[in-house]
């Protein structure tokens, strides 16, 4: 039995920590910030963007210049919809094949009678914006990690060095905590230590694993 898992939750709020956490149960992990790096890195992609934005956007190599466009589209709303427009249908079909091809190569395995054994397989699609990309469709449970809006501002003024006006423009520019736990079938509460964050998700994926 396969059961997939959709990790997802405001920035900051632990999704990798948690997705950390499931690997070393076992379950195998799509990455959904890895996707979205390489879509940003695909020829096509950034021609969009050169199209949408203009030349300054990409460096002399004619690669992204990450920073100017964040700062434009944290600022700028309908300049993050028009990115999004470029990258999610493209981050939406790689996540989709990449669950495809996991849930190919479990029933292959569990066809060829290797790994009988293994009668739980897990995968957890880590993505920011998995409801926002309607992806929460694909996955049997919908995991949300939630911490206090005070607590998501400290830890990602202190993860990725920025300011408060910017950390806040982040948090504003996405779906809020609560609308996306009007989605959950998990809350997941990470305002605490990283132990006990540990502790739900075992008992979170053990129960899963008991329905399979
Ligand atoms: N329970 C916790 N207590 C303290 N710091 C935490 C906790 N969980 C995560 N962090 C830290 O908070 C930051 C954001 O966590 P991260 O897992 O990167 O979030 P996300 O993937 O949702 O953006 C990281 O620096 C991480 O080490
Ligand atoms: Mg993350």
New binding site residues.
């Given amino acids: 039995m396969i059961k997939t898992i959709g990790l997802t ?1 405001s ?7 948690a997705s950390k956490y499931l690997q070393e149960l076992g379950c195998t992990l799509i990455d959904g910030d890895v996707i979205a790096r390489e879509v940003a890195e695909d020829p096509r992609v950034l021609q969009a963007i050169r199209v949408a934005f203009g030349g300054e956007f990409l460096d002399d190599e004619g690669e992204l210049r990450r920073k100017k466009l964040g700062a434009l589209v944290f600022n700028d709303e309908k300049a993050m919809k028009k990115l999004n427009e470029i990258m999610h249908p493209a981050i939406q079909s790689k996540i989709r094949d990449q669950l495809k091809a996991f849930k190919d190569s479990s029933r292959n395995r569990r066809a060829s009678g290797f790994q009988v054994e293994k009668a739980f397989d897990c995968v957890v699609i880590d993505g920011a914006l998995l409801i926002e990309m309607k992806l929460h469709s694909l996955v049997d449970e919908v995991w949300v ?1 939630a911490i206090t809006k005070e607590e998501q501002l400290r ?1 990602l003024m ?2 990725d060095g920025i300011s408060k006006t910017d950390a806040q423009k982040k948090i504003d520019a996405q779906m809020s905590t609560e609308e996306k736990e009007t989605f959950a079938d998990v809350v997941l509460d ?1 305002s ?3 132990e006990d ?1 540990r502790e739900q998700i075992e008992q979170e994926f053990f129960r899963l694993k008991g329905k399979a």
């Fill in positions: 939750g920035i900051a709020t632990g999704k990798s920590t990690v830890r202190e993860r990470n605490r230590d990283p964050l």
